[in-house]
C-alpha cells in the first residue's frame, strides 16, 4: 500500500503554489499554464512510460534521478531525462513566489561570506542563466558546505549528484518564448528581481545544509 503511494505521488502532477496569473505581468497565465499543465505534465507521463516494469516503479523521484543521471552504471536516459525534468520543474515552481520575501540571517551570512553578498549572487544567477548556451537551469545551491551558482544543461540537476538546491530558474525557451520570444535576459532580469523566493531558499538550506 505505501509503495503505490509513494508510486502515484512520485509520478502525480503538483499543483502549483500560487493561481496561474499570480506571477504577472513577469510571467503570464498563458506562459504558466502550458509551462506546468502541457510540458510538465508531459514529462510525468512520458517517465511513467519508461519506468512501467522497472525496478524504479515505487521509486522517489531523487532516487531515479541519482540512480539513472549520465556517467553512473546504472545511467538510463528515458528515465533520467523525464524524472530530473519532472523534480526540476516542482523544484522550480516553488523557487518563485508573486510576493517573495528576503534571506534569513543564516542565509545573508552564508551568501556573504561565499558569494560576496546577496546583490553579487543575483549578479552570478543572471550571469549563468543568460549566458548558459541552449536548453538548461540556472541554480543557487550548496555542494562541499559552500553556497555555489552554476547552470546546467538539458535536464541535469546538481541534486543528481548529491548537492543541496535552493533556487532555480528554468532557461528552456518554453519557460518565456510565449512572453518575451528570444529574449531570455530580460525573462531571467525580471525573474530574479520580482519572484525568486529567498525566504524559500533559507528554509531550504535549514532543512538541507
Ligand atoms: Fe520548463
Redesign the pocket.
Known amino acids: 500500500m505505501g509503495a503505490i503511494l509513494k508510486e502515484a505521488a512520485a509520478l502525480e502532477l503538483p499543483p502549483l503554489p500560487w493561481a496561474p496569473d499570480a506571477l504577472e505581468p513577469v510571467i503570464s497565465r498563458r506562459t504558466i499554464e502550458f509551462?506546468h499543465g502541457r510540458?510538465h505534465r508531459t514529462y510525468l507521463e512520458k517517465l511513467a512510460k519508461a519506468i512501467k516494469g522497472t525496478e524504479f516503479e515505487d521509486e522517489s523521484l531523487e532516487t531515479m534521478v541519482q540512480a539513472t543521471a549520465p556517467g553512473r552504471p546504472g545511467a538510463k536516459p528515458a528515465i533520467f531525462n523525464n524524472a530530473a525534468q519532472a523534480w526540476n520543474?516542482a523544484f522550480?515552481w516553488e523557487s518563485l513566489a508573486p510576493r517573495p520575501s528576503g534571506p534569513s540571517r543564516e542565509l545573508t551570512k552564508r551568501l556573504d561570506a561565499d558569494l560576496g553578498g546577496l546583490d553579487a549572487a543575483k549578479k552570478a544567477l543572471g550571469k549563468a542563466a543568460t549566458e548558459h548556451f541552449g536548453s538548461g537551469w540556472a541554480w543557487l545551491f550548496v555542494e562541499g558546505d559552500k553556497l555555489r551558482i552554476a547552470a546546467t544543461g538539458n535536464a541535469e540537476t546538481p541534486m543528481q549528484r548529491g548537492a543541496t538546491c535552493l533556487l532555480t530558474i528554468?532557461v528552456?525557451e518554453?519557460?518565456y518564448y510565449l512572453d518575451r520570444q528570444d529574449k531570455r535576459a530580460a525573462y531571467v532580469e525580471a525573474t530574479i528581481d520580482k519572484l525568486l523566493d529567498w525566504d524559500r531558499a533559507s528554509r531550504r538550506l535549514g532543512a538541507g545544509a
Open positions: 509551462h510540458h520543474h522550480y528554468d528552456w518554453h519557460a
